[in-house]
């Protein structure tokens, strides 16, 4: 099979060819056909010259023709022989003197042949008009090796013109394939495993955007490959840690190293709660990664639905000391959402708020309408989030806490869910934050009957 630089090769090179010959023919057949005409009206100024100067002298037309031929003035060179007179003379009443191309002397013209003809003039005055028809030109040796080396001339210029447009072509069509070339090798290595490729973007044309989506997309599967390598880490230690401690208490209380104990099935109780929530976090995220989420969308009030997730936080905030604070502008439209869905994106994110903010703090829970929907904001007082991680804490297992530990910062797949949720009702989520000054996460939704 041949490659692109082949086939664009031998398309230029035909396209060339065809072009350069197209060319070649019309230019010699235009350059005899005008060279004819030249010789003919060579001739034609040459017989108007005599016929005037035969009208000059004599006065009249009378014996033109034996004049003509008494006088010395041949019949053209030029014309083929036995091809007849290939012209007309009329005299002043439009009537043939000299008769030529089937005229007979005598005849009446009419006026459209009169038009056609070369009027002849002595003293200012039309006294004749020289009908002509362009015979067959005969051309001399002279005239012929003219002829010939203009052909020469267009037969070298030809092949120049196809050995420069066969250059070209090479050139372009190298130019033209290189980023296919490797955009190609970087595919094949990608298939081989090395997924960390990036092809150089040598133009702005379609072919430098197709090299752009290729280095986004191989980013984009970069990414997604060791996020997954990332999920599957942190998963196994996720799990580690409520396994170690159950099976830790389970052990003692079989090897009689601790006493059977409410306290102790207390604990593995609640590790085994807390791997239950986990197991059932992740259904929840990859039954929306598969398109599987059950949503029941309905008429939701907002000021409903934040009145409920403040009275859910409402005693664990007392525990800690931290004020939650609702603040929802009146005569808010219904949205169409999930309730129960939002309830458990909300529910989140104010345990984040909660989990972050110190003791005596507050968390501010916010609704307003802004032009394009709904605005709802969850913002804490806790030590903030650096800039460069904002993008980050929407992440599966992600904490800004490099120790990692449970009581730190939960599971790590709260806004996950939150993100995914918020998705499937066609609305956007977001974090603000800076070191120091606390988080609000923001939450864009469209109102009921509006497009997203």
């Known amino acids: 099979m041949r490659s692109i630089t082949v086939k664009l090769l031998l398309a230029f090179l035909a396209i060339s060819m065809l072009s350069v010959m197209l060319i070649v023919l019309s230019a010699r057949w235009l350059t005899e056909r005008e060279f004819r005409s030249f010789l003919f009206t060579q001739n034609r100024n040459n017989i108007v010259t005599a016929l005037a100067d035969y009208y000059g002298k004599n006065g009249s037309w009378a014996g033109v023709d034996v004049s003509l031929l008494a006088s010395g003035n041949p019949p053209p060179t030029h014309m083929p022989p036995g091809a007849g007179r290939f012209f007309s003379l009329v005299d002043s009443s439009d009537h043939v003197v000299l008769a030529g191309l089937g005229d007979n002397v005598g005849d009446l013209l009419p006026p459209s042949d009169i038009q056609q003809g070369e009027p002849i003039k002595y ?144 604990i593995i109780r609640d590790e085994v709660e807390r791997l239950d929530g986990l197991i059932e976090d992740l259904r929840t995220l990859s039954r929306a990664d598969a398109g599987e989420l059950p949503l029941e969308f309905q008429p939701v009030s907002p000021a409903r639905l934040l009145d409920k997730v403040q009275a859910m936080h409402k005693q664990n905030a007392a525990r800690k000391n931290i004020a939650i604070e609702l603040q929802v502008e009146p005569g808010l439209p219904e949205i169409s959402a999930d309730l129960g869905r939002m309830v458990q994106v909300m529910s989140n994110l104010v345990d984040n708020a909660l989990l972050y903010t110190p003791e005596g703090g507050r968390v501010s829970i916010s609704a307003r309408r802004v032009t394009e929907g709904l605005e709802i904001r969850v913002q804490d007082s806790g030590p903030g989030i650096a800039e460069d991680e904002l993008e980050r804490v929407f992440e599966r297992f992600y904490r800004s806490d490099p120790s990692r530990q449970r009581n730190a910062g939960g599971s790590g797949l709260g806004l996950a869910i939150a993100k995914s949720i918020v998705e499937k009702h066609a609305g956007r989520i977001w974090a603000e934050s800076k070191a120091g000054e606390g988080t609000t996460i923001v939450i864009h939704l469209p109102l009921a009957g509006e497009p997203a």
């Open 123 to 266: 003293n200012g005055k039309v006294v004749g008009v020289l009908i002509t028809r362009q015979p067959n030109i005969n051309v001399n040796p002279a005239e012929t090796d003219f002829l010939n080396r203009v052909k020469q001339v267009y037969i070298f210029t030809a092949i120049g013109v196809i050995a420069v447009g066969l250059l070209l072509a090479f050139l372009l069509s190298r130019t033209l394939t290189r980023p296919i070339r490797e955009l190609t090798a970087a595919t094949h290595a990608v298939s081989a495993g090395q997924l960390k490729q990036e092809v150089p973007v040598r133009s702005r044309d379609e072919l430098g955007q197709l090299a752009d989506s290729f280095n986004r997309m191989n980013a984009a599967l970069v990414r997604s490959t060791e996020l997954r390598r990332q999920m599957t880490a942190d998963i196994a230690h996720e799990l580690r840690t409520p396994v170690s401690i159950i099976m830790g208490h389970a052990e003692a209380v079989h090897d009689g190293v601790m006493a059977p104990s409410l306290e102790s099935f207390e």
